[in-house]
């Protein structure tokens, strides 16, 4: 089946501005991961969702960042009043089930770029 | 935070040799995985080594898990030129859902 898909694959906004990040989890997965990865580094944690619900937010850098599920499946990242160290991949991953012994299953990634 | 420290940080072999990297982390996991990654885009899952095992194989790839020392490698044999990516270490926490990445080994495989 399809895997994970994350839209738009690149994102340009100007600082101050406000965008969402999109992402579509395999069909089934109960799990949702939000991670962010600066250039040269690896990708780092943000928010955790098991079915509707944030399960751990702890990754969220500061409350411009949101994130939703309302229906178990889509998921979406929002970042308000954008700066321009909110550029990075934002990268989506899904799991069957919740829990550290499931393998997670990448999207493509978002490239964000604040100017 | 990023969990542990990959080494080297960047590896060039040529096509037929095999490739080492290492992964260090701090705390006590579930399990650890390795993840590839072209052009800075998604990961692509390699493989999953559980606490309780020492070493895994998958097709060309070997990996080797030391809970006492806290450390990990990954061994690709017989490499190509399409091996060239970026490689990550994540650590599964012990009782969380999260993985945590290491900055990551770039390897360059040339023809």
């Known amino acids: 089946g399809a895997g994970v898909s994350q839209t738009p694959s690149n994102k340009v906004t100007e600082k101050g501005k406000y965008v969402e990040l999109r992402c579509d989890p395999i069909?089934?997965?109960?799990?949702l991961y939000w991670y962010r990865q600066s250039l040269g580094q690896g990708p780092e944690f943000l928010i955790y969702f098991q079915g509707t619900g944030a399960a751990d937010d702890s990754g969220l850098p500061n409350d411009r960042f949101f994130a939703v599920r309302p229906e178990g499946s889509v998921s979406t990242l929002k970042i308000q009043r954008t700066e321009r160290g909110d550029s990075a991949v934002y990268l989506c991953?899904?799991?069957?089930?919740?829990?550290?012994?499931?393998?997670?299953?990448f999207g493509p990634g978002t490239r964000l770029l604040v100017l | 935070s990023q969990q542990g420290e990959e080494d080297p940080q960047a590896l060039s072999i040529q096509e037929g040799e095999n490739a080492t990297m290492n992964c260090s982390y701090k705390t006590s996991i579930n399990n650890l995985q390795w993840y590839r990654q072209n052009s800075g885009r998604g990961l692509v899952h390699l493989i999953l080594i559980r606490s309780n095992e020492r070493e895994k194989h998958s097709g060309r790839l070997r990996v080797t898990l030391d809970t006492s020392k806290k450390s990990s490698s990954l061994l690709i044999t017989a490499s190509r030129a399409a091996d060239t990516a970026s490689y990550f270490c994540a650590t599964a926490e012990l009782y969380g859902n999260k993985l945590v990445f290491g900055a990551g080994t770039i390897l360059r495989v040339k023809s």
């Open positions: 069909s089934g997965h109960t799990a």
């Open positions: 991953a899904s799991s069957l089930r919740a829990g550290g012994r499931e393998t997670q299953y």
